[in-house]
């Protein structure tokens, strides 16, 4: 999967990519302030004199922002420490002490590591606490402050609570950064720190891009913004490497500069160069104290944490393992199979209908393939159940196929379920009438098919099941097909 | 002695127990300032309506047998870069003139539910940058023993107010010696309290790490009663210290019978002499009422007005940043939003206020930090270990409290560095975050107007230590009180003198 995108590049070049991600912590108030922590809401709601910054005001920090830092934290492996606040100085009208309290020298979070459903360990260098700014609207001028004739001001947002997880440069390829992302993601609403929503800017992704032809230093690296999905985040890779690679192989150097990212030109344009970029003048918020979190706090917070999608993983590849009786070895399509169950919350599932005794391969099919809406009111006995009935042969695979949509959209158990269906099933009689229309009808692929076109066996059973709205049974229609043709 | 015209503690005992009525008391000390105050300057707001309108709501509860608290009664002036909620707040700045607070700092809702009445708003140095209130953007204090020389600042408005006797308390800030020094100049009772002994929220920030509410008053029991009031833990300050206030009036007439106190001697170098005379005889007063006194040095404190003028104006600049003009305060249309920003900046902010943003900023950048703020602050750990090295061997240290006694209004507005050198006695406590009070004792050689200016006595103790700062105080101010008749003889002697030689 990985080596995909690097075809992409030239031979004997490859990408090096950290990524920075902003997620907001699901907290009810802001991360130093009373107000609340909600998306959208008429602007200016949700505000109060802290998080507008208003003279004489002081930050209080808020404990279960913390707390969800600390799962963070536990969740990627890393350090949590004891830490400290610093104020990172920039002018800038949507933040309203034109300074935003973040983590610098001392973040709560740090050396960690993700695990990717590939095996591969991405390293976290750090996870810190900051705050949101507002957001700004600049009216005329092509949406740039400098030339805008007003602008608009929004402080629902300034004061949220962030986490802000930066990666180690372990990343190859933007199909392993979009993996990344997404299993990050993945822990990150698994453990209740944040909803996740791209679109709605809760989670928010920076790349830093360089390359290098194989074996060689680092490259000089180029940080692209306003990636605001996971697709344009691999498209936004994908055309920085390539650009990158040809300014090097034409001879030019890169530019340590920040990029913007343009979703309907699909290129990143610079924003600002190195020497261009703001001092920060970072300094210790002196209004704030080092946060010193008990070490008893912390294992509670630990002992809490729900089961994260790596070990969920591990889990169900290891019933699935010991379950198999083929043991036939499991390869990048089964690692996907997994990943894909964990991530619809689908392993608990699987886990118990394998449990149950019913056969592992039905269960990652009926899974992949016919529970992607969701599990409704599936039961997992109902599901072990119908699946024991559809091994046995006592339904057909279609049937089971129709039975699970009703225990999805009903529940109940399977027997009750396989007894309401089963008026339903076709008898040979009506089969065979369905058969002598069909060949009435299609008299030349009756001939063909007759003559050894194998393939349109397919055809005429499709056409059965459509007659019969999925009720015959296929194994059923295509002994018919065999006895009719003889 | 005015009736109305009691310190605090009576004052309030007199309105608790009906003898006195609220109203009647605050009524005089308005009228005091509606007469006087055209030639002080001490406030640059007086609240007439809402002041009676809280005395009223005082004798009311007095007259249903409710107790209004502690300081039932008592007029109070607030330092103007204290939050009063839907009162200006402007930290006399044009920048901030006409803003409105939509809350109360902490302090002024404690002294709210202790029963005082906020009479007004008293003037400072902008955003308390400055040592003479000369930086005001609303005009100059006078000192109320010298109309022609300054009350020191930056509370200079709180320390001449008290000093006028419009208000027998105030409240002042202290960064660097803000309190400390004006009381000296103005010949009154001013207290830095602890870093974190008083909450810091509703106080307009000028250097958070070093900034500290304290009380002015005309005596050391009616300064503690006030900071009594005032100080203790706050939740939404979180430099606040989880800590009651302890009682401080309950050890004010102990004494200082064999207790151990240090003269710092590097705060002792460069005063005037008639300032190092009054030190000299403090500390044979303390020796006299059965103190040990040693000379003791604190190495770094040399350093501290060095590394001060780093650390507060680095702080400042980060704390300034939000007057923009975009959410409130004064405004200076222009092309867009950042053109804005400079053209309001530029108009709203004093010379001082911006030579300040412009060192600080300067200390923090790239390139700079290492050799400007990052040295100041490890001179600052310094100071803090040798202040604690001395304080193993001594209870309590004494110092000057300024250099000079009150200067001439002018006579350091051109000279930045000399206007700096008068927080030279008071910057170290403040870098160490430890408490300090300043305590009028005797005056000073005759000035050119034929005056003797008050002299102040600084008193300094180990974090947390005010109940032992606050007993040297009262007996410092207790032997004062034979200093100042000895000054009066000298005077006069001294003027018979002249009239011989005439």
């Known amino acids: 999967m990985a080596d995909r995108n690097i075809a992409l590049l030239p031979e004997g070049w490859e990408a090096v990519l950290g990524l920075e991600v902003h997620a907001e912590l699901l907290t009810e108030t802001k991360l130093f302030s009373a107000s609340p922590n909600r998306f959208g809401g008429d602007p200016n709601t949700h505000i109060d004199p802290v998080s507008l910054g208003l003279p004489g005001t002081l930050p209080v920090v808020n404990r279960h922002a913390v707390e969800l ?53 991405i390293g976290i260098v750090r996870a810190h606490l900051e705050e949101d700014t507002g957001k700004s609207t600049h009216v005329g001028g092509g949406g740039r402050i400098h030339e805008a004739g007003f602008s608009l001001i929004d402080y629902n ?13 372990d990343l190859r390829s933007s199909d392993e950064a979009k993996e990344y992302v997404a299993e990050l993601r993945a822990i990150l609403v698994t453990i209740g720190a944040t909803d996740g929503k791209m679109e709605e800017g809760s989670l928010r992704v920076d790349a830093n891009i360089s390359v290098r032809r194989v074996g060689d230093e680092l490259g000089v690296r180029c940080e692209v913004k306003n990636v605001n999905s996971l697709r344009s985040l691999g498209r936004a890779i994908d055309y920085e490497a390539r650009r990158q690679v040809k300014l090097l192989e ?42 010193v979190p008990d070490e008893r706090w912390i294992e509670e917070i630990r002992g809490a944490l729900p089961t994260l999608p790596a070990e969920r993983r591990r889990r169900l590849a290891s019933a699935r393992e010991t379950a198999s009786t083929k043991g036939e070895m499991y390869g990048e399509a089964d690692l996907s199979a997994i990943a894909t169950i964990v991530a619809r919350d689908q392993d608990e599932l699987a886990l118990g209908a ?49 039975i699970l949509a009703d225990l999805v959209a009903n529940g109940g158990d399977a027997a009750a379920a396989m007894e309401a269906r089963a008026s339903d099933t076709t008898d040979a009689g009506e089969l065979e009438t369905l058969l002598e229309e069909l060949i009435a009808q299609h008299s030349d692929e009756w001939q063909r098919f007759c003559e050894g076109e194998q393939k349109l066996q397919g055809f005429f059973v499709g056409q059965i099941m459509k007659a019969t709205k999925g009720r015959a049974d296929g194994q059923a229609t295509a002994k018919l097909l065999a006895q009719r043709m003889m | 002695m005015n009736a109305l015209n009691k310190p605090a503690i009576e004052l309030a005992a007199a309105i608790r127990s009906g003898e006195i009525s609220a109203v009647s008391a605050v009524e005089a000390r308005l009228s005091e300032i509606a007469t006087r105050d055209a030639e002080i ?96 953007a609303f005009g100059t204090t006078r000192n109320p023993h010298d109309l022609s020389c300054v009350p020191g600042g930056s509370s200079g408005g709180s320390a001449a107010a008290v000093a006028a006797g419009f208000t027998p308390l105030a409240l002042g800030s202290d960064t660097g010696g803000s309190i400390r020094q004006p009381a000296a100049l103005c ?34 029991a009616d300064a503690a009663t006030l900071l009594e009031v005032i100080g203790g833990h706050d939740p ?217 200016l008050p002299v102040g006595v600084q008193v300094l103790a180990p974090a947390m230590g005010e109940e032992t700062m606050f007993r040297v105080g009262a007996f410092l101010e207790s032997v004062a009180v034979n200093v100042a008749e000895s000054v009066a003889r000298e005077a006069l002697t001294s003027e018979a003198l002249t009239s011989r030689d005439g």
């Open chain 1, 69 to 121: 830092a600390i799962r963070v934290g536990l969740s990627l492996n890393c350090d949590v420490r004891p830490s400290t606040f610093a104020r990172k100085n920039y002018f800038y009208p949507d933040m309203p002490k034109n300074y935003q309290i973040s983590q610098y020298e001392d973040p709560i979070n740090a050396d960690g590591f993700l695990e990717l459903p590939s095996g591969k360990r």
């Open chain 1, 157 to 169: 947002r300034a004061g949220v609570p962030l986490i802000e997880i930066v990666s180690a440069p």
């Open chain 1, 250 to 291: 034409e001879g030019g150097a890169v530019t340590q500069e920040t990029r913007h990212w343009n979703e309907d030109e699909g290129k990143t344009h610079s924003l600002r160069s190195k020497e261009g970029e703001t001092d920060y003048r970072y300094f210790l918020e002196p209004d704030l104290v080092p946060l």
């Open chain 1, 354 to 402: 394998i449990s149950a005794g019913a056969d592992t391969q039905l269960v990652f099919k009926h899974i992949l393939n016919n529970l992607a809406e969701g599990t409704g009111k599936l039961d997992i006995s109902a599901f072990a159940e119908l699946l024991t009935a559809e091994a046995a042969g006592n339904i057909s695979a279609s049937q089971a196929k129709t």
């Open chain 2, 41 to 136: 300057a001490a406030f640059v707001q007086v609240l007439n309506e809402e002041a009676l309108a809280a005395a009223t709501s005082v004798d009311d509860r007095v007259a249903t047998g409710e107790d209004p608290g502690p300081l039932a009664g008592v007029p109070i002036a607030l330092k103007d870069n204290l939050c009063t909620r839907g009162i200006p707040t402007t930290c006399c700045s044009r920048i901030l003139e006409g803003w409105k607070p939509p809350y109360e700092a902490t302090v002024v809702s404690r002294l709210r539910n202790a029963g005082a009445v906020v009479v007004g708003k008293t003037n400072l140095d902008e955003f308390a940058m400055g040592s003479s209130t000369e930086n005001s």
């Open chain 2, 187 to 220: 010949g009154v009772v001013g207290v830095k309290p602890t870093y974190g002994r008083v909450s810091r929220y509703g106080l307009i920030a000028f250097a958070s790490s070093l900034d500290q509410i304290g009380p002015f008053a005309t005596s050391v």
């Open chain 2, 236 to 452: 939404a300050d979180s430099t606040s210290i989880p800590e009651a206030m302890p009682s401080l009036s309950e050890c004010l007439g102990r004494g200082v019978e064999g207790m151990r106190i240090g003269l710092v001697a590097e705060l002792c170098d460069g005063v005037s002499s008639d300032v190092a005379r009054r030190v000299s005889e403090a500390s044979e007063a303390l020796a006299g009422g059965g103190a040990t006194v040693e000379e003791v040095s604190v190495p770094a404190s040399r350093f501290g007005l060095s590394a001060y003028y780093l650390i507060a104006p680095a702080e400042a600049s980060s704390n300034l940043a939000r007057y923009d003009g975009v959410r409130y305060g004064m405004r200076t249309e222009s092309s867009n939003a950042v053109e804005m920003n400079i053209a309001t900046r530029t108009a709203g902010f004093g010379e001082e206020v911006k030579r300040r943003i412009m060192l600080g900023t300067f200390a923090l950048s790239a390139g700079y930090y290492d050799a400007y703020y990052g040295k100041a602050l490890k001179v600052r750990t310094l100071i803090i270990e040798d202040f604690n090295r001395a304080y193993e061997h001594f209870d309590a240290l004494i110092a000057p409290t300024s250099p000079t006694t009150a200067f001439e209004i002018g006579s350091r507005t051109d000279d930045p560095l000399e206007m700096y050198l008068s927080d030279v006695c008071t910057v170290p406590s403040s870098l160490a975050g430890h408490p300090a009070m300043s305590v009028p004792f005797g005056s000073g050689d005759v000035n050119e107007n034929n005056i003797c």
